[in-house]
Protein backbone atom coordinates (compact mmCIF):
# COMPACT_ATOMS: atom_id res chain seq x y z
CA UNK A 1 0.00 0.00 0.00
CA UNK A 2 1.46 3.17 -1.08
CA UNK A 3 1.21 5.95 1.45
CA UNK A 4 2.16 9.82 0.94
CA UNK A 5 2.40 12.08 3.59
CA UNK A 6 2.65 16.06 2.49
CA UNK A 7 4.20 18.87 4.90
CA UNK A 8 5.26 22.22 4.86
CA UNK A 9 2.57 24.18 3.53
CA UNK A 10 1.68 27.58 5.44
CA UNK A 11 1.20 31.46 5.04
CA UNK A 12 3.22 33.47 3.68
CA UNK A 13 3.12 37.18 1.87
CA UNK A 14 3.83 37.44 -1.69
CA UNK A 15 7.75 37.07 -2.73
CA UNK A 16 8.43 34.75 -0.23
CA UNK A 17 9.29 30.79 -0.54
CA UNK A 18 8.46 27.85 1.03
CA UNK A 19 9.40 24.04 0.45
CA UNK A 20 6.94 21.57 0.64
CA UNK A 21 8.22 17.55 1.28
CA UNK A 22 6.17 14.42 0.65
CA UNK A 23 7.22 11.24 2.80
CA UNK A 24 6.75 7.69 -0.07
CA UNK A 25 6.07 4.39 2.04
CA UNK A 26 5.01 1.12 0.36
CA UNK A 27 7.18 1.61 -2.98
CA UNK A 28 10.61 1.85 -4.10
CA UNK A 29 10.96 5.85 -5.80
CA UNK A 30 13.24 5.09 -8.49
CA UNK A 31 11.25 4.61 -11.18
CA UNK A 32 7.76 6.01 -10.66
CA UNK A 33 6.06 8.70 -11.99
CA UNK A 34 5.74 11.17 -9.19
CA UNK A 35 4.41 14.64 -9.03
CA UNK A 36 2.90 17.62 -7.01
CA UNK A 37 -0.46 19.04 -7.86
CA UNK A 38 -2.54 21.63 -6.65
CA UNK A 39 -6.23 22.83 -6.47
CA UNK A 40 -7.19 26.21 -5.46
CA UNK A 41 -10.45 27.16 -4.22
CA UNK A 42 -13.39 26.68 -6.28
CA UNK A 43 -11.01 25.43 -9.34
CA UNK A 44 -10.42 22.15 -10.70
CA UNK A 45 -6.84 20.36 -9.80
CA UNK A 46 -4.14 20.88 -12.12
CA UNK A 47 -0.86 19.77 -12.66
CA UNK A 48 2.76 21.58 -11.24
CA UNK A 49 5.50 19.63 -11.87
CA UNK A 50 6.24 15.75 -12.23
CA UNK A 51 9.24 13.31 -12.36
CA UNK A 52 8.42 11.59 -15.13
CA UNK A 53 9.64 7.50 -15.08
CA UNK A 54 13.05 8.39 -16.70
CA UNK A 55 13.93 10.89 -14.06
CA UNK A 56 12.97 14.17 -16.36
CA UNK A 57 11.63 16.77 -14.30
CA UNK A 58 8.42 19.25 -15.66
CA UNK A 59 6.43 21.88 -15.08
CA UNK A 60 3.95 23.45 -15.28
CA UNK A 61 3.74 27.09 -17.28
CA UNK A 62 2.44 28.84 -14.44
CA UNK A 63 5.57 27.90 -12.27
CA UNK A 64 8.57 27.38 -14.52
CA UNK A 65 11.37 29.57 -12.93
CA UNK A 66 9.66 29.69 -9.69
CA UNK A 67 9.43 26.38 -8.60
CA UNK A 68 12.10 23.24 -8.46
CA UNK A 69 11.16 19.35 -7.48
CA UNK A 70 13.23 17.18 -6.53
CA UNK A 71 13.79 13.62 -4.52
CA UNK A 72 16.21 12.09 -2.17
CA UNK A 73 15.39 8.56 -3.02
CA UNK A 74 17.30 7.06 0.06
CA UNK A 75 14.83 8.89 1.96
CA UNK A 76 11.87 7.76 -0.12
CA UNK A 77 10.90 11.84 -0.04
CA UNK A 78 9.81 14.53 -2.30
CA UNK A 79 10.26 18.02 -2.30
CA UNK A 80 8.77 21.78 -3.81
CA UNK A 81 10.72 24.62 -3.46
CA UNK A 82 9.09 27.05 -3.48
CA UNK A 83 9.96 30.79 -4.41
CA UNK A 84 8.54 34.09 -5.63
CA UNK A 85 5.37 33.17 -4.71
CA UNK A 86 2.01 34.97 -5.82
CA UNK A 87 -1.30 35.21 -4.28
CA UNK A 88 -2.36 32.85 -7.36
CA UNK A 89 -0.44 30.14 -6.01
CA UNK A 90 -2.75 30.03 -3.19
CA UNK A 91 -3.76 26.01 -2.85
CA UNK A 92 -4.23 22.73 -0.93
CA UNK A 93 -1.07 21.09 -2.66
CA UNK A 94 -1.18 17.76 -3.10
CA UNK A 95 1.78 14.92 -3.56
CA UNK A 96 0.99 12.30 -6.06
CA UNK A 97 2.67 8.97 -7.62
CA UNK A 98 2.35 5.93 -10.23
CA UNK A 99 3.36 2.76 -11.16
CA UNK A 100 5.06 3.10 -14.31
CA UNK A 101 3.82 0.99 -17.21
CA UNK A 102 6.20 -1.16 -18.75
CA UNK A 103 7.07 -2.83 -21.51
CA UNK A 104 10.22 -5.09 -21.17
CA UNK A 105 12.67 -2.32 -20.51
CA UNK A 106 10.57 0.31 -21.83
CA UNK A 107 8.90 2.53 -19.08
CA UNK A 108 6.57 5.25 -19.34
CA UNK A 109 4.21 7.33 -17.14
CA UNK A 110 0.34 6.59 -17.59
CA UNK A 111 -1.54 9.28 -19.72
CA UNK A 112 -3.87 10.75 -17.43
CA UNK A 113 -6.02 13.96 -17.15
CA UNK A 114 -3.28 16.21 -16.12
CA UNK A 115 -1.36 18.53 -18.49
CA UNK A 116 2.28 19.57 -17.43
CA UNK A 117 4.34 20.83 -20.35
CA UNK A 118 2.80 19.25 -23.45
CA UNK A 119 1.95 15.97 -21.75
CA UNK A 120 -0.64 14.28 -19.79
CA UNK A 121 -0.06 12.71 -16.97
CA UNK A 122 -2.19 10.66 -14.75
CA UNK A 123 -1.74 9.28 -10.88
CA UNK A 124 -3.11 6.71 -8.69
CA UNK A 125 -1.27 7.34 -5.24
CA UNK A 126 -2.37 10.46 -3.43
CA UNK A 127 -1.24 12.34 -0.39
CA UNK A 128 -4.49 14.63 1.53
CA UNK A 129 -2.63 17.49 0.52
CA UNK A 130 -0.62 20.85 2.31
CA UNK A 131 -2.02 24.32 2.23
CA UNK A 132 -0.18 27.37 1.12
CA UNK A 133 -1.74 30.82 1.37
CA UNK A 134 -0.12 33.64 -0.07
CA UNK A 135 -1.22 37.04 1.15
CA UNK A 136 -0.71 40.07 -1.33
Known amino acids: QVQLVESGGGSVQAGGSLRLSCVAS????????KGWFRQAPGKEREGVAV???????RYAESVKGRYTFSQDNAKNSLYLQMTSLKPEDTAMYYC??????????????????????????????WGKGTLVTISS
Open 96 to 125: AAHDPHCTGAYCYCPRGPFLIDRRYYGMNY
Open 26 to 33: GYTASGYC
Open 51 to 57: IDSDGSI
